[in-house]
């Protein structure tokens, strides 16, 4: 059973496009978060939520909104795609806010065009 | 900022030889630090994590050390298989927010 998985795995849109990632966890988990890792495999948290409300905002445009419909769940929608916006997007949960050996998703790959 | 960065981008090493990742950080108030493990193609994948109190923890074939006066962590792998071969992050444990901080990664190849 995968503990936590994102769909999609690939994802190659244009510029302007808005697009969709989703992530589910099976771990019972209370706390779940976006990273984005860019070209130069460098991980940055951009969103953790707890419990479906959001703890951990960083300095992200707004075109990302996060949205967890319950604790299992938080999708990651993006509006007016730009190309700096391509990169890998992995989900990632853990037990409880501590974010202590946090399972990460497989990861989508975003590719802007 | 604060930042978590390695000394080694890459590391290259013998098959059966043992590993050693370094992995220096800047906040001397980080309380819990992890290594990551991340094949191409996957997600990054926990290996081991040591709190601040402790400066030594072992695994399966991995050791964490923890020096806090110099601020520096690193990851001992034993007996390197060509499995090992990935890239490795360290990340760091700081503030409140309990936000985790990745150091750049270092990239191990495993000679056969």
């Known amino acids: 059973d995968t503990a936590v998985s994102q769909t999609p795995k690939y994802l190659v849109t244009q510029m302007g496009n808005d697009k969709s990632i989703k992530c589910e966890q099976n771990?019972?988990?209370?706390?779940m978060y976006w990273y984005k890792q860019d070209s130069k495999k460098f991980l940055k948290i951009m969103f953790s939520y707890n419990n479906k409300e959001l703890i951990i905002n960083e300095t992200v445009p707004n075109r990302f909104s996060p949205k967890s419909p319950d604790k299992a769940h938080l999708n990651l929608h993006i509006n007016s795609l730009e190309l700096g916006d391509s990169a890998v997007y992995f989900c990632a949960s853990s037990q409880d806010i501590r974010n202590e050996g946090a399972f990460f998703g497989q990861g989508t790959r975003l590719t802007v065009v | 900022g604060e930042s978590v960065g390695l000394h080694l981008p890459t590391l290259s090493v013998q098959e059966g030889d043992n590993s050693i990742i370094n992995c220096a950080y800047s906040n001397s108030a980080s309380d819990y630090f992890i290594w990551y493990k991340q094949e191409s193609g996957k997600g990054p994948q926990f290996i081991i994590d040591i709190r601040s109190n402790m400066d030594k923890r072992q695994g399966q074939r991995v050791t964490v050390l923890l020096n806090k006066t110099v601020k520096h962590l690193s990851l001992q792998i034993a007996a390197t298989q060509p499995g090992d071969s990935a890239v490795y992050f360290c990340?760091?444990?700081?503030?409140?927010?309990?936000?985790?901080?990745f150091g750049s990664g270092t990239r191990l190849l495993v000679r056969p």
């Open positions: 990340a760091e444990r700081g503030g409140s927010s309990y936000k985790l901080i």
């Open positions: 771990l019972g988990h209370d706390t």
